[in-house]
């Protein structure tokens, strides 16, 4: 048997149990305790609230990035293109899922190339840090970047997702060295991700040291991987060891303010259990570039593009009206409208 199979089927799971299971993490993202001071007479025209900036170069519509999923099998591979021509049409960033099952197998490398769909958007390749510890390098990162002509490249960090995992990469001793090789070695910036359990401050500092552009804190509170994990486990010893940790990591926001606190000049994307605009603009409010959504997307994008348009095209309008009636005519008002804040 081909030693795609695993990966792929591992893909597939993925898409599947985030669809049809209840994975969400024990937690909440601590966004609901943060409010907006409501300004009855905003003084502002909603249609002219400008959501706009330019991030690495790329012009992007509003500050909503549609965050890493999914490639590396034919569903995925249409869920990707419906995602990535959505954005195009909105003018938004995109992250492509884990590309090492199209390294390792070219044959699954079309599943991801969705530059011929969305010639403009700001686009982000991406790998697994731990697999610099399993034979990977500079190298290798470059040709992820390569593979899909992205603007950057993710490198996520998931430890308990793989030390719940069969077969997992465990071996994270050495690492931070490694990231800072491909950092200072590759031609485009590059974003350390966490997948869902958060960043804490003294991660945020050793990334800093190691030479990223920006850190996506991708918190907890939205989709719990040690949850899909679980679903996934083939014996009831790695599913009972899954189960543990639902209510592992630190929430949303508080890693935002963590890593605000760490390295005060680090960019930051939010992402981790977001749902609409007004959690994204809560975000930004504390101090993030970005907010990334990915389940909502992915719903949407798994019956049509028109319906990932009409999602994406929904959530900038629930920031742009968020932004509005807190008095922010523009991103950089945002952050000092938040009560008590």
Known sequence: M??????TERKDDHIKINLERDVRSALTTGLEKVHFVHEALPELDLEEVDTRLTLFGKSLQAPILVSSMTGGTRDAGAINMRLAEAAQVCGLAMGVGSQRAALEHPEQAD???????????????????????????????????????????????????????????????GLAKKIEQVCHQLPVPVIAKEVGWGISERTAKLLAECGVAAIDVAGAGGTSWSQVEMYRAPDEFLRGLAATFVGWGIPTAESIGLVKHAVPDMMIFASGGLKDGLDIAKCLALGATLGGMAGAFLKAAAVSTENAIEMMKLTRRQLQVTMFCAGAGSLAQLPGKLLGV
Not at 2 to 7: D, E, G, H, N, T
Not at 141 to 149: F, L, P, Q
Not at 160 to 166: D, N, S, T
């Open 2 to 7: 081909s030693k795609v199979a695993p990966i």
């Open 111 to 173: 599943s991801f190339r969705v530059r011929r769909v969305a010639p403009d958007i700001l686009l982000f390749a991406n790998l697994g840090a731990v697999q610099l510890n399993y034979g990977y390098g500079v190298d290798e990162c470059r040709r992820a970047v390569e593979m899909i002509e992205a603007d950057a490249l993710y490198l996520h960090l998931n430890p308990l997702q793989e030390a719940v995992q069969h077969g997992g990469d465990v071996n994270w001793k």
